[in-house]
């Protein structure tokens, strides 16, 4: 699990300097209240065999990707950006395109919107936002899920509506770890997973389980079902880091996903560990 293959698919950076991230409120995100740069990630990332990396949008603010592609352009980690723009607008198309043609717009990978934060249980389904999703797929690139477990249903019938774009599933979309509940979570990702275009993260579940007295059996049963829906080579490991700060390390992150994926075959390690990032998001080499 070392060496050229290695992907962080999902990690994020900011500089509360340049703009306050509003969701980091409350004692418990007290930690999170300070700058995370790539250089902070990069001796934690290289001492467990991270080559390369995904960076992936926190707010819904235009000027974050243009951001995110200029560090990705700089760097010798961050091999793709999953930013956001505005679904909705009528220009989408035009405005992906100006991306791609900006410094580091070739890192552009995918395209995300905080689906979770919204209250209206037909978004996705929504004639604008499916005509911003058109656009992404048209340019390539790929649609990064980030949601609710109670917005899997949607998730599963955009995926069904838009067979020509790939869908990756953040954080196995939310499971309710803590309260130790698989239903109706687990039957919700087994019928998005049997869609061929969708992919799954092993990501984010250390956040959703108790941060204080999570053990792996918590986690496990979510991610047996994630492996077994999806099967390894539609599912790809990330960090979330530094949100997973909040409950672990970095090293214990990856520690945990090495617990997770003991009994799989070097081939599907290989592919959890990079080969499904790099396939999903056509990642290109860094440096």
């Known amino acids: 699990m070392s060496g050229a293959g290695f992907v962080d698919a999902h990690h994020h950076v900011w500089d509360l300097g340049v703009r306050d991230q509003d969701w980091i409120a409350g004692p418990r995100l007290a930690p999170l ?118 917005q899997l249903p949607a998730c599963t019938g955009v995926a069904a509506r838009h067979p020509e774009l790939t869908f990756v599933l953040d954080h196995l979309g939310k499971p309710p770890i803590a309260s130790g509940a698989l239903e109706p979570w687990a039957s919700d990702v087994r019928a998005l997973a049997a869609h061929a275009n969708t992919v799954c993260k092993l990501s984010g579940m250390v956040t959703e389980a108790d941060w204080a ?40 992150v990856v520690g945990v996903a090495r617990e997770l994926v003991g009994g799989l075959s070097t081939g599907e390690w290989g592919a959890v560990f990079g080969g499904t990032a790099r396939g999903a998001y056509g990642l290109g080499p860094v440096g």
């Open 33 to 150: 209240r300070r700058n995370f740069t790539v250089d902070d990630l990069r001796d934690e990332a290289e001492a467990v065999g991270v080559t390369a990396t995904v960076v992936v949008q926190t707010v819904t603010v235009a000027e974050e990707t243009p951001e995110l592609l200029a560090l990705a352009d700089g760097s010798d980690l961050v091999a793709g950006v999953v930013g956001w723009t505005d679904l909705t607008a009528p220009g989408v198309a035009d405005e992906l395109a100006r991306l791609r043609r900006l410094p580091g717009g070739g890192r552009l990978v995918g395209i995300r919107h905080q689906v979770q934060s919204e209250q209206d249980p037909g978004w996705l389904a929504r004639d604008d936002v499916r005509r911003g999703l058109e656009a992404v797929a048209g340019a390539g690139l790929v649609y990064d899920l980030v949601v609710r477990a109670d």
């Open 213 to 252: 007295t999570w053990t792996v059996a918590d986690l496990r049963p979510y991610a047996e079902v994630v492996l077994d829906a999806f099967g390894a080579g539609r599912v790809m490991w990330g960090s979330d880091w530094p949100v997973c700060g909040l409950a672990t390390s970095y090293g214990g």
